[in-house]
Structure formats: structure tokens, C-alpha cells
């Protein structure tokens, strides 16, 4: 996109933030990130969290699939997909740093 907006084709850069997706999950009481299948099908709470690179939440959805969950799970659910989507957003960084070279 940079280049269209250097070359004039567009006025302005189409992308104003990165956006990165992850689920998180409790298994067998633990906080689980990023769970295949598996796992995922057998979780007492499954969650999925988008955000945003500048860490705003764009969609944030669960359900205690077994036992109802308490808020110091759902924070600790919340800080776990938090960590793993800026691992994610750095990889976006990285990649399309290395790309637009």
C-alpha cells in the first residue's frame, strides 16, 4: 500500500492498525492459549479474542462449555489471548517490514 501512496494511485494508507485473532480456553482448570481441536473440543470454557495492534478488543466471545467460570479466570483468560495476539502482531510487523523493502 505504501507504494500506492507514493505513486499517487491512492490518497491514504488503507490500514490504520493490525489486527490479530486467538483463542484461550480452560482445560482441566488450566488456562490454555491458542488450542487445536482437541483440546478446544473438550475445554470447560472456550474463548475467542480479536484485538487490535494497538491492544483494543474488537471481539471477545465465550462460553463455559462445562462449570461456569469466575472473573479471575476470565482476567487471566483475557491477559493470556492480550500476550499471545501481540506475539502475533509482532510476527505481522515483522514480516511486512521484511516485505516492503
Do not use: W
Not at 2 to 13: C, E, F, N, Q
Not at 38 to 55: K, L, R
Amino acid at each position: 500500500f505504501s507504494r500506492l501512496v507514493d505513486d499517487g494511485t491512492i490518497t491514504d494508507h488503507p490500514l490504520t492498525d493490525y489486527c490479530a485473532a486467538i483463542s484461550v480456553g480452560i482445560v482441566g482448570e488450566e488456562l490454555c492459549l491458542d488450542l487445536p481441536y482437541t483440546e478446544d473440543s473438550g475445554a470447560e470454557v472456550d474463548m475467542n479474542v480479536v484485538m487490535t495492534g494497538s491492544g483494543k478488543f474488537v471481539e471477545v466471545q465465550g462460553t463455559a462449555e462445562g462449570d461456569p467460570f469466575d472473573s479471575d479466570q476470565l482476567q487471566g483468560l483475557l491477559e493470556l489471548a492480550t500476550s499471545g495476539i501481540s506475539q502475533i502482531v509482532d510476527l505481522q510487523r515483522t514480516v511486512l517490514a521484511e516485505n516492503s523493502e
